[in-house]
């Protein structure tokens, strides 16, 4: 695939000063291939591109080994066809438990242009712009006949556009999906020496992940898993759920939220289901729900080590006291530099449950090479700011996310990660790191899965409850478990409806537990 119209991809080499790359010309810019941004003058975007933001240091140290520069040349080669148009970077320093804070403020004063936000739970905040009729236009970037010539949505697997990531509940694109995780988000790096030594097989659902845990815990030698330090705490949003424990229990019950009958679980479909009350548990699923949240709060009480969401397991890990360590498939480049570790470690998917875990856990197919890799990496047009700053800010964002999305493009940001991720768009190459790992074993995971709230503020309500559900209070029991977690679920369900004006006439309302 080549830039039309463009002569040169050469690399300038210029670094980003400070948070931003080189200012505009002082001239009025020319058209490029007949687009002429802005009417030809200076235009600053303000983008946070999350993991793929260029790091501060340019070489590699042992206290910063990891070097992102790709997209510095990206944004170059870019400037090359719009030289009027500079690129802000948006140094948040946010994390995630305050991103939501950070985005509120940055909404009343000056949002970027182009952001990630993790998926369309943000979506009754309003802050993401439709994007369904600009992916159905041509990526002008593209040679005529090849993939993303006609529609720039046809250079991504269709898989992709039902996706939490990219989709809402009302079936609107509201982000652009640029990496995705090689085969799995999260994965259990574990160290070789410990399993040859206990005689442990990598497991090959949640059962065996159990009894291995159980067998290391007896040991007494090792900690068994350490988890990764933003999930340590027992929360409704915990990977186990996620990834583990929700697509097997809500595949069991597809016939109930199934109302299309494609067998994948839409936003809208999902969102239906928390309102209609199949995810409830004080419905006719309440034993369903016992079941699921009861596997996590196992691990959380009989897996990890007291205190775990306190204590920094690296120093540990490196020394080779920890036999299995919790993370998400970023940890690879981190990994592979770290110089502090000094035995060999492998990778395995995060298992899944079965009928070996649950009555009420659906069984899964296995089959060689990655399954509808989960997008790692999507990225959103910030309503608010373009519809502030005007139609050129739009005509901008569109046309840097059309360019970044390009198989070259993607390929280069790829390859500087080093065996995080792979391309989320056809034509992208697999990195020689992740080559065996990709083409691996991997369940055929459901695709669907038990809501863990509809909304950021639903989860974090439910994070709660289920944390005091842990600790064992007598006065938190099953019961009063249920009741905190079906009020917190309706009332995402009723502000995701009311914020994307959605119509629900013909769905029966199942909250009826006062």
Same mark, same amino acid.
């Given at each position: ?9 050469a690399l ?7 948070t931003?790359? !080189?200012?505009p010309? &002082? $001239?009025? /810019? +020319? ?10 003058? @200076?235009? *600053? ?8 933001m260029?790091?501060?240091n ?30 802000e970077?948006?140094?948040s ?42 992916l159905?236009?041509?990526?002008v ?18 898989y992709?556009? !039902?996706?939490?990531? &990219? $989709?809402? /509940? +009302?079936g ?9 995780y @090689?085969? *799995?988000a ?33 040991d007494?030698r ?36 199934d ?17 209609e ?13 016992l079941s ?13 080590? &007291?205190?775990a ?13 920890v036999a ?15 110089a502090?570790?000094k ?24 089959g ?16 608010q ?22 198989p070259?493009n ?10 995080e991720c ?23 995971s459901?695709?669907?899965?038990w ?5 950021i503020?639903t989860?974090?309500?439910m994070?709660r409850?289920?944390m ?14 249920l ?23 013909g769905w ?7």
């Amino acid at each position: 695939m080549k830039k039309k119209g463009l002569i040169s991809l050469a690399l300038c080499g210029l670094m980003i000063a400070c948070t931003a790359c !080189t200012a505009p010309e &002082t $001239t009025k /810019a +020319k058209p490029w291939n007949g687009i002429l941004i802005n009417d030809g003058e @200076p235009i *600053t975007l303000i983008v946070d591109l999350n993991q793929l933001m260029p790091t501060t240091n340019t070489e590699a140290t042992e206290q910063n080994p990891i070097v992102f520069r790709s997209i510095v040349d990206i944004v170059d080669d870019f400037r090359e066809m719009f030289p009027n148009v500079s690129i802000e970077w948006a140094y948040s320093k946010k994390s995630s438990g305050d991103w939501a804070q950070w985005m509120t403020t940055q909404i009343a004063t000056d949002a970027p242009d182009i952001v990630m936000m993790h998926g369309s739970e943000y979506a009754d905040r309003g802050w993401l712009y439709d994007l369904t009729d600009i992916l159905d236009e041509p990526n002008v970037f593209v040679e005529e006949g090849e993939r993303g010539s006609a529609h720039w949505k046809d250079m991504f697997p269709d898989y992709m556009w !039902t996706d939490s990531m &990219t $989709t809402d /509940a +009302k079936g609107n694109i509201v982000a652009v999906p640029v990496t995705c995780y @090689p085969g *799995t988000a999260t994965a259990y790096f574990y160290n070789k020496d410990i399993f040859e030594e206990l005689n442990l097989s990598i497991p090959t659902n949640w059962e065996e992940f159990k009894e291995i845990c159980d067998k290391i815990n007896q040991d007494g030698r090792y900690v068994a898993v350490a988890p990764w330090s933003l999930n340590a705490k027992a929360t409704i949003n915990t990977w186990d759920i996620q990834y583990s424990l929700g697509p097997s229990y809500a595949e069991k019950i597809k016939d109930q939220w199934d109302y299309d009958g494609n067998g994948y679980m839409t936003q809208d479909e999902l969102l239906r289901a928390v309102y209609e009350g199949v995810f409830y548990g004080q419905g006719k699923n309440r034993e369903n729900v016992l079941s699921l949240y009861g596997e996590a709060r196992y691990k959380h009480n009989n897996i990890l080590q &007291t205190g775990a969401e306190s204590t920094d397991y690296e120093p540990m890990w490196n020394k080779g006291k920890v036999a299995m360590m919790e993370d998400g498939m970023w940890r690879v480049s981190a990994e592979n530099v770290n110089a502090e570790r000094k035995f060999e470690y492998g990778i395995f998917p995060s298992p899944l449950a079965d009928s070996e875990t649950s009555e009420f856990c659906a069984d899964f197919e296995v089959g060689e090479g990655a399954y509808n890799p989960p997008i790692c990496e999507s990225f959103n047009i910030c309503k608010q700011a373009v519809e502030k700053k005007g139609e050129a800010h739009l005509q901008a964002s569109k046309l840097f996310l059309m360019w970044l999305t390009l198989p070259e493009n993607v390929d280069r940001m790829v390859a500087e990660k080093a065996g995080e991720c792979v391309g989320a768009v056809y034509g992208s190459t697999i990195p020689a790191e992740l080559e065996d790992f990709i083409r691996g074993t991997f369940a055929r995971s459901p695709a669907c899965n038990w809501t863990r709230g509809v909304t950021i503020a639903t989860q974090t309500k439910m994070n709660r409850y289920f944390m005091l559900w842990c600790s064992g209070n007598a006065k938190y029991d099953d019961d009063r478990f249920l009741k905190d977690y079906d009020a917190a679920l309706y009332s995402g369900a009723l502000d995701m409806i009311e914020a994307l004006d959605i119509d629900t006439s013909g769905w029966k309302n199942g909250y009826t537990f006062g």
